[in-house]
């Protein structure tokens, strides 16, 4: 019994291009994706918690802000408020601009860094302030 030969020719391409992440998204990227899609309007704690699962939103806003340097605005929401003393959940949009543009850079990092397509600039601009 022969050994089938290696075929040879064009038939064989091994640069294949696989776009299929090798992770899912860690917290900070899919902060920073919400962050660009609400734009001005921003987001809570409870939302970003229905969105993705967050629940500890200032705290990763406190690390973007402290380690990647993307500023932030906040102001508590009183409509998050549902009984009597409880504490108005903060709601967090980017600073300006230029904020934004960090932001897409460092959701871009990300995502390349796990094998996922970057994302193109078809975010909601922030207003300056």
Not at 22 to 50: C, D, M, V, Y
Not at 61 to 76: A, E, V, Y
Not at 104 to 124: C, E, Q, V, W
Request: aromatic share 8%; with cysteine; charged share 25%.
């Amino acid at each position: 019994m022969k050994n089938a030969a290696t075929p040879k020719g064009d038939n064989i391409s091994l640069d294949t291009v696989d776009c299929t992440p090798k992770h899912p998204p860690i917290k900070n990227e899919r902060s920073l994706e919400l962050a660009l899609i609400k734009g001005a309007l921003g987001f809570t704690q409870p939302e970003a918690f229905a969105i993705y699962g967050e629940s500890c939103l200032h705290s990763t806003i406190s690390t973007l802000q402290n380690d990647h340097g993307i500023l932030f605005n906040r102001r508590p929401d009183r409509s998050t408020i549902k009984h009597y003393r409880q504490k108005p959940f903060y709601r967090y949009w980017l600073a300006d601009c230029h904020q934004s543009e960090k932001a897409l850079t460092l959701l871009n990092h990300y995502r390349r860094k796990r094998g996922a397509i970057s994302s193109n600039d078809s975010f909601p601009k922030t207003k300056s302030a």
